[in-house]
């Protein structure tokens, strides 16, 4: 047994997992954000590194501490997150995106900062769309027989449930797995705990964890080590 007893089974592995929020600059002293915290990223790479995988972090933006983590790669906006997503992929057996990616970014990015004008409004900014970077990985498989695990951060509507919204979004991003977590209301962003589904590319639940971010961490992990063709002997 590794690091706090756990057993080695990720041995001989190397997972790539990105954590954090993206930040679209706006100009050189405004962004577009969002409130991820980043917990359950640091949580899934510090638990895969404790059952002996080598683990390369993407971290945007993250003021979590990161003691301990061998190899992390930070970055702030979208397209730097996917560069640096893309460049550690070739090498990984196993791409988790936990990372809260900003839909949207500024069409423009002025080298100056913007000036108000007293009295007359704002100027809109006008937002073109990101690239999506999970359903490119799960596109390519930029190493063969990679697996690629997303999140997906729900609240249910009108429409839909959390699951519901969970098993549609499994079906359009073609992930190997997508984990399934219920936000709003004080639960998910921001806190210690954590309670997911864990679906399969075509909705199906495999499994279900709640508890700490850490615990989470370990059921995605089994989840993966679950999947057939197996990963590890
Ligand atoms: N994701 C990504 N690239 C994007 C947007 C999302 O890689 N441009 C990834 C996230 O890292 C996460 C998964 O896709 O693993 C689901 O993100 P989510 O925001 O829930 O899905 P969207 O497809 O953006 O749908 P929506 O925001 O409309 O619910
Ligand atoms: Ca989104």
Avoid at 80 to 103: F, I, S, W
Wanted: net charge neutral.
């Amino acid at each position: 047994a590794g690091a706090r007893g756990a057993p080695q089974d990720l041995a001989g592995l190397h997972v790539v997992v990105s954590a954090g929020g993206t930040r679209e600059p706006i100009d050189p002293v405004r962004f577009i954000g969002n409130l991820s915290s980043g917990r359950q990223g640091v949580a899934l790479a510090r638990a895969a590194q404790d059952r002996g995988a080598r683990v390369t972090l993407v971290a945007a933006n993250l003021t979590e501490p990161l003691d301990g983590i061998e190899d992390v790669v930070r970055v702030g906006s979208t397209a730097e997150l996917r560069d640096a997503v893309r460049a550690a992929a070739p090498g990984a057996d196993v791409v988790v995106m936990t990372a809260a990616v900003a839909d949207f970014r500024p069409a423009r990015t002025p080298g100056a900062k913007i000036k108000k004008v007293p009295g007359q409004g704002p100027a809109p900014i006008e937002l073109v769309e990101n690239p999506d970077i999970l359903a490119e990985l799960a596109r390519e498989r930029l190493r063969p027989g990679q697996v690629v695990v997303g999140f997906a951060a729900e609240t249910g509507d009108e429409t839909g449930d959390v699951l519901h919204h969970g098993r549609a979004k499994a079906r359009r991003k073609g992930a190997d797995l997508l984990v399934i977590n219920p936000v709003g209301g004080g639960r998910g962003f921001g806190t210690d705990s954590n309670e997911v589904t864990i679906v399969d590319a075509q909705g199906e639940t495999v499994a279900q964890a709640a508890g700490s971010k850490r615990e989470v961490a370990d059921a995605v992990w089994d989840a993966v080590l679950k999947l057939s063709p197996p990963l590890a002997a």
